[in-house]
């Protein structure tokens, strides 16, 4: 059996869409393995990101919250050519022709 999740709380508000409440959750969370502390920080960046905060000061860790910004970008513009290629008129095929 493995031991209690650390990271439960943060990331139940990440996903609930609390990220203030996430982020100073993850301002609580001490002495935590090298793994979970890199987890904390990408739920920390991503709660940043999601409040429309892409600058975090004091960071030295900008090229991450870009590269992270970056990927969620990429995967808002893939959603929605996903969604757009749901449409009708992307149904017919190309070679088909109007009947009059």
Known sequence: MSGPDILFTL???FYLGAY???IAEAADLE???ETDSIERDCFVYR???ELGS???SGSSTGEDLYSLRR???HRQQTTVVDLCDCSPRSMKSPNSQHLR
């Open 11 to 13: 990331r139940n508000n």
């Open 20 to 22: 203030q409440a996430a």
């Open 31 to 33: 002495r935590l393995s």
């Open 47 to 49: 709660s940043y990101i």
């Open 54 to 56: 892409y600058e975090v």
């Open 71 to 73: 990927r969620d970008l």
